[in-house]
């Protein structure tokens, strides 16, 4: 599935300014299985674009399409049915239940999805580290293992895209590094694309086509 941006320019920067290459106000296309880097400094609308292609926020001038639907024309339904099997999604809220222990919040998403086994599961959680805090409450987790128990479930589900918003903004360059490999080899496993927004340039060695704002 391609996703076609045109002239979309987020309402609270309407009236502003972009630059020749920026993706706001201008066309843009994001190939099918291909992998983006939105750089940014804060504020110039990373959270915004990820949230109107989710379907989360309508609050922006022109049009999205996802190949030749346009997302405007989408029941709930038609977005329930993308977000369980088209579009994952991490975002910068993370959206975990605090009450739960780490397993249970992965479970809540995987056991409707049956999209791992448990030794899957098990595996990427080690991967990334996390897996001695299986049995935590997730409220009791640092940020940057709370990133990576929603890095890991977001990937308990099919996708031919992955939105992630800041998702490494509390890992060091090592778990960084990890978290990434382990997202771009879920996409190629699957042929799926990768749309991830970050502040700085410390993922510019990684093989990912950077986009400006
Ligand atoms: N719901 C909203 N209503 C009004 N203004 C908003 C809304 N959401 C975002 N904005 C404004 O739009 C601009 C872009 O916000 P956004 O959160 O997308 O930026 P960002 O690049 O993700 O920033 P950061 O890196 O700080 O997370 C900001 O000026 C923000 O104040």
Redesign the pocket.
């Known amino acids: 599935m391609n996703i076609f941006l045109k002239n979309i320019v987020?309402a609270?920067?309407i009236g502003k300014v972009f630059e020749e290459h920026s993706i706001w106000n201008h066309a843009c296309c994001f190939n099918a299985g291909e992998y983006y880097l939105i750089e940014?400094q804060?504020?110039?609308?990373?959270?915004?674009l990820m949230a109107f292609l989710y379907g989360l926020?309508f609050?922006y001038s022109g049009v999205i399409m996802l190949d030749d639907v346009s997302i405007q024309s989408l029941s709930l339904s038609n977005w329930i049915a993308y977000r369980q099997s088209k579009i994952a999604a991490v975002f910068?809220t993370l959206s975990l239940f605090d009450g739960l222990t780490l397993m249970e919040n992965i479970q809540v998403k995987n056991e409707l999805t049956a999209f791992k086994t448990e030794k899957e599961v098990d595996e990427m959680l080690g991967t990334l580290g996390v897996l001695a805090h299986k049995n935590q409450k997730v409220g009791t987790l640092s940020m940057g293992q709370k990133q990576r128990v929603a890095i890991v479930r977001a990937l308990c589900q099919p996708f031919e895209w992955i939105l992630l918003d800041?998702p490494f903004s509390h890992l060091d360059q090592i778990n960084t590094g990890l978290a990434l490999q382990l997202i771009l080899d879920a996409c190629a496993a699957q042929n799926a694309g990768l749309i991830l927004t970050s502040?700085g340039d410390e993922l510019e060695a990684y093989p990912l086509k950077t986009l400006r704002l």
């Open positions: 987020p609270p920067l940014a804060s504020g110039e609308g990373k959270s915004s926020r609050d910068q800041e502040l």
